[in-house]
T-cell receptor
């Protein structure tokens, strides 16, 4: 069965510090990988995605993630966080043979302190 | 307009009530989705409509009944719900279906409480 693991349920960090949110997946077939962000009382927004090509993908607000096939990981990083980055972050996969179904990890709550 | 709207924002209903959740998008998207999100849990897919036809039903109980009257509108009819059905119900839409390149756009959700 396919699954997504986010080991850290909460990550507290001070403003301007770097952060890494970890995501590992388990699948016997090809997957496509996504990071979504959910701000309080809002729906989910796509942050970035890996479909093919370069294994390093970037978002417009400074986040990046790297697809590592050998370690089955897709960790999210940002070199310097802002207070406004405080949110819930979900890693998700789409399995190659069921491309309408997003399978989400359990989420990581990023709390940025001043 | 890249917005998915959902009404109502909040809904409280008894176990014998019948209510409906509504989702609307005007982006010309041809696929629409219902997700259920329990507190501090990830969203779980319930239904997918593609070109106004139900394409995926994730073994959802029959007390949840989806409807897609047209390509812009998606309803979720609720009847005889249980307290454990209390959750945030998220709607999403995408330009198409069947390929991972179709980004899903999410609405803000309807927070449902069943008493």
């Amino acid at each position: 069965a396919q699954s997504v693991t986010q080991l850290d349920s909460q990550v507290p960090v001070f403003e301007e510090a770097p952060v890494e949110l970890r995501c590992n997946y388990s699948s016997s077939v090809s997957v496509y990988l996504f990071w979504y962000v959910q701000y309080p009382n809002q729906g989910l927004q796509l942050l970035l995605k890996y479909l093919s090509g370069s294994t390093l993908v970037e978002s417009i607000n400074g986040f990046e993630a790297e697809f590592n096939k050998s370690q089955t990981s897709f960790h999210l990083r940002k070199p310097s966080v802002h207070i406004s980055d405080t949110a819930e972050y979900f890693c998700a996969v789409i399995i190659s043979y069921n491309t309408d179904k997003l399978i989400f990890g359990t989420g990581t709550r990023l709390q940025v302190f001043p | 307009d890249t917005e998915v709207t959902q009404t109502p924002k909040h809904l409280v209903m008894g176990m014998t009530n019948k209510k409906s959740l509504k989702c609307e998008q005007h982006m010309g998207h041809r696929a629409m989705y219902w997700y259920k999100q329990k507190a501090k849990k990830p969203p779980e897919l319930m239904f997918v409509y593609s070109y106004e036809k139900l394409s995926i039903n994730e073994s959802v109980p029959s007390r949840f009944s989806p409807e897609c009257p047209n390509s812009s509108l998606l309803n979720l009819h609720l009847h005889a719900l249980q307290p454990e059905d209390s959750a945030l119900y998220l709607c999403a839409s995408s330009q198409g279906s069947g390929a991972p390149t179709y980004e899903q756009y999410f609405g803000p959700g309807t927070r449902l409480t069943v008493t």
